[in-house]
T-cell receptor
Framework: DTGVSQNPRHKITKRGQNVTFRCDPI?????LYWYRQTLGQGPEFLTY????????KSRLLSDRFSAERPKGSFSTLEIQRTEQGDSAMYLC????????????FGPGTRLTVL | KQEVTQIPAALSVPEGENLVLNCSFT??????LQWFRQDPGKGLTSLLL???SQREQTSGRLNASLDKSSGRSTLYIAASQPGDSATYLC???????????WGLGTSLAVNP
């Protein structure tokens, strides 16, 4: 059981740079979610995929953010022109087709924008 | 708009105590409610999931209840241990069965 994996685990970047995170869901999970969590807060929903289709995007996902899941397996989250306010933990979760009520979370990618 | 509130924000107890964490939500039209555990700097682990039609779920020393009409859930931890120290998050899934709406969590410290 490999679980949900996320890479990198930590990323430090300078303001204005672009960053890309990867999430590999549990094999054959058809739903994939991205959340953002800042210190002392609960996770905030960013976006959700069912297979390769992006079905919902939060208003938090500004035009600097883009997510893809091209083959319905792994997903990438890109942030362009990073700002200090983007510093957070980015969490990925996946759900199996037969149990969409349960989300399995990865360890997260911690982003620090200097 | 669904809002989830958790009380208390932080709790410190001696080992062995039974304790209750509270979660309230504003919109009773939920699909399910989950309790998660988060260790510092780590991801989330699902503890208990209660469907909207259920009243409670139990796993080991943990018991979660759900009163949908009043918009409340409680997580009961029996005989607390230092290893229970973590942040406990409550999350509600709306009627469309898509995204989770989260509380801010309760930070629990169990002292030996």
């Amino acid at each position: 059981d490999t679980g949900v994996s996320q890479n990198p685990r930590h990323k430090i970047t300078k303001r204005g740079q672009n960053v890309t995170f990867r999430c590999d869901p549990i094999s054959e999970h058809n739903r994939l979610y991205w959340y953002r969590q800042t210190l002392g807060q609960g996770p905030e929903f960013l976006t959700y995929f069912q297979n390769e289709a992006q079905l919902e995007k939060s208003r938090l996902l500004s035009d600097r953010f883009s997510a893809e899941r091209p083959k319905g397996s792994f997903s990438t989250l890109e942030i362009q022109r990073t700002e200090q306010g983007d510093s957070a933990m980015y969490l990925c979760a996946s759900s199996p087709r037969e149990r969409t009520d349960t989300q399995y979370f990865g360890p997260g990618t911690r982003l620090t924008v200097l | 708009k669904q809002e989830v509130t958790q009380i208390p924000a932080a709790l410190s107890v001696p080992e062995g105590e039974n304790l209750v964490l509270n979660c309230s939500f504003t919109d009773s039209a939920i699909y399910n409610l989950q309790w998660f555990r988060q260790d510092p700097g780590k991801g989330l682990t699902s503890l208990l999931l209660i469907q909207s039609s259920q009243r409670e779920q139990t796993s080991g020393r943990l018991n979660a209840s759900l009163d949908k009409s009043s918009g409340r859930s409680t997580l009961y931890i029996a005989a607390s241990q230092p290893g229970d120290s973590a942040t406990y998050l409550c999350a509600v899934k709306g009627g469309n069965n898509r995204k989770l709406i989260w509380g801010l969590g309760t930070s629990l410290a169990v002292n030996p």
